[in-house]
């Protein structure tokens, strides 16, 4: 892991932590609720051809969150100035989980920084009936329940929180407490955002874990139905979060598709 950075970068007075590595066509990765690592081999492996920028959402983490900022609108807005600021061209949008729906998000707004768009599992919209439950309860399933559902090997979800440092703990409450922020009511989607999907204009891959029963496949490829010319495409022996469980599948899934489908100018 050469060139990796951590730095603390202001947008408009927002202040976030953003790790950076790698040289080659600009990727944004969005994160999922569990935030970002700078040394998961996930971010290494994206790293490989890429320029990558893996921002930590604003009151995720140790990022600001401001008074006012409350919505996923506000952190659509943020990301198109962040994408302003860092002058981003051509880029690739990567979102998984949470992230993923923050990504469809901005990507209806606006594609004009982006030759392409990777959806991971994402949140973020309502395909069942009115009484059907897409999207699995993060914060009213017992966590062991709940790591076997969004994982493929159970194993990998656990944590020494006994040992971890005070510095860490702390950002990882202020995960859960952001996560809940931005997605409770209703719960993990916004209404409006299907019918809008329609508004992206550039290349999209939705990607799905094979064993995710968070949000099931068919909920992915229900997304990609809706996305004008998105392709699906699974990941064996992965759950809810592919990047984490099957970090050099998921790396070469989004290299391939960029390399075939992301033209250099648009």
């Not at 983490?61 to 401001?66: C, K, T, W």
Request: net charge neutral; with cysteine; aromatic share 10%.
């Amino acid at each position: 892991m050469s060139d990796a950075k951590t730095e603390r970068l202001s947008v408009n007075g927002i202040a976030v932590d953003m790790v950076s590595r790698g040289e080659g066509r600009p990727l944004l990765f969005l994160h999922a609720d569990r935030g970002v690592e700078p040394e998961a081999p996930w971010l290494d492996r994206l790293a490989r051809g890429h320029r990558v920028f893996a921002p930590t959402h604003p009151g995720f983490g140790h990022s600001d969150l401001p008074g006012w900022f409350s919505s996923m609108d506000d952190l659509a807005l943020f990301y198109l100035d962040l994408a302003d600021l860092l002058d981003l061209k051509n880029a690739v949008l990567v979102g998984v989980s949470f992230g993923g729906w923050l990504a469809a998000e901005i990507a209806v707004r606006s594609t004009a920084r982006l030759s392409g768009l990777v959806l991971a599992d994402a949140l973020g919209i309502k395909v069942g009936g009115r009484e059907t439950r897409d999207i699995v309860d993060f914060h009213g399933v017992p966590q062991l329940e709940l790591d076997a559902l969004a994982w493929h090997d159970p194993a990998k979800a656990q944590r020494d929180y006994a040992n971890m440092p005070e510095h860490d703990l702390i950002g990882l409450a202020r995960n859960r407490e952001a996560f809940a922020l931005f997605g409770w009511r209703p719960y993990m989607h916004r209404p409006q955002l299907r019918h809008w999907l329609h508004r992206i204009r550039v290349p999209t891959l939705v990607l799905w874990g094979e064993s995710d029963r968070i949000v099931r496949p068919d909920y992915g490829r229900a997304y990609a139905g809706l996305i004008p010319g998105a392709r699906f495409k699974t990941i064996a022996k992965a759950g809810h979060y592919p990047h984490l469980e099957q970090p050099d599948a998921f790396a070469r899934a989004i290299h391939s598709f960029a390399d075939r489908s992301c033209g250099e100018s648009r």
